[in-house]
């Protein structure tokens, strides 16, 4: 399987916790996005990298979130102090920019439940 | 956070009927794509858009990208089972070099045998 692969799928922590997720893009994309989708919404963006650099966040990526992608591949999102409106489904995206042409394939997302 | 205005919200349709949903927003984009997402799953690409007055066909499903580019419409012909699921409209902003998408609140599809 070629595609976007998110780790873990569900994540069950208690407030207070910190959590990571991890997201493998499809090789050779050179952008990856974090988003995050609630019940009944569509999914909003929290953050992107272009390669390596991260350059652009959400007001929705408070103090307590991090991302990373250290070599330009795979992806990290970490939460710190995890609170119960944290709980979302988080989905990455991978796609690779040509001029202004650009199409972002999803991941399978990861569910997180903060108890 | 900004989102697309996307109808309708919900069908209940029968098998073989053609559905068709849209997207408007005030913002200009120079991207449209269509999502279809299952329970529990991420969003899958249906079709993408790049051009003011695109049309562009996958199997059973149409979409344009309007002329003005704030708005765009799927229809899906001949509706089978398996196209249950929730379809999402997203935009891409056409300034600058965020590749960020916007995403409709989601048509929710149901279609009865």
């Known amino acids: 399987d070629t595609g976007v692969s998110q780790d873990p799928r569900h994540k069950i922590t208690k407030r207070g916790q910190n959590v990571t997720f991890r997201c493998d893009p499809i090789?050779?994309?050179?952008?990856l996005y974090w988003y995050r989708q609630t019940l009944g919404q569509g999914p909003e963006f929290l953050t992107y990298?272009?390669?390596?650099?991260?350059?652009?966040k959400s007001r929705l990526l408070s103090d307590r979130f991090s991302a990373e992608r250290p070599k330009g591949s795979f992806s990290t999102l970490e939460i710190q102090r995890t609170e119960q409106g944290d709980s979302a489904m988080y989905l990455c995206?991978?796609?690779?920019?040509?001029?202004?042409?650009?199409?972002?394939?999803f991941g399978p997302g990861t569910r997180l439940l903060v108890l | 956070g900004q989102q697309l205005n996307q109808s309708p919200q919900s069908m209940f349709i029968q098998e073989g009927e053609d559905v068709s949903m849209n997207c408007t927003s005030s913002?200009?984009?120079?991207?449209w794509l269509w999502y279809k997402q299952e329970p529990g799953e991420g969003p899958v690409l249906l079709i993408a858009?790049?051009?003011?007055?695109e049309l562009t066909s996958n199997g059973r499903l149409t979409a344009q990208f309007g002329i003005t580019r704030k708005d765009s419409f799927l229809n899906i012909s001949a509706s089978i089972p398996s196209d249950v699921g929730i379809y999402f409209c997203?935009?891409?902003?056409?300034?600058?070099?965020?590749?960020?998408?916007?995403f409709g609140q989601g048509t929710t599809l149901q279609v009865k045998p």
């Open positions: 995206a991978s796609s690779f920019r040509k001029g202004q042409q650009e199409t972002q394939y």
């Open positions: 090789s050779e994309h050179n952008r």
């Open positions: 990298f272009q390669n390596e650099a991260q350059l652009e």
């Open positions: 913002s200009i984009f120079n991207t």
């Open positions: 858009l790049y051009k003011a007055g």
């Open positions: 997203a935009g891409q902003l056409g300034s600058g070099n965020t590749g960020k998408l916007i």
